[in-house]
């Protein structure tokens, strides 16, 4: 398959948004769902960046890099 005549589905942190129960924030991450890390914490969750050390999240759970449903 030609990823750049089809492009490539994006990978996503998917958090927990201020604006309600029911309602979820995503956040477009530059690399592959299997280069983050999603370390569940008592009061904040962490992702941390596998290729830096880099954190890239620390808030309210739950908290998950997956991969989008379609390109952008």
């Given at each position: 398959m030609?990823?750049?005549l089809f492009g490539v589905s994006p990978t996503l942190?998917?958090?927990p948004?201020?604006?309600g129960r029911d309602v979820a924030e995503e956040i477009q991450l530059?690399?592959?769902p299997g280069d983050y890390k999603v370390i569940?914490?008592?009061d904040r969750w962490t992702v941390t960046c596998l290729?830096?050390?880099e954190?890239?999240?620390r808030g309210i759970e739950p908290v998950e890099v997956l991969?989008?449903?379609a390109p952008f």
């Open positions: 030609n990823h750049d942190l998917r958090a948004s201020w604006l530059p690399l592959m569940p914490g008592d290729k830096t050390g954190t890239i999240y991969r989008g449903p």
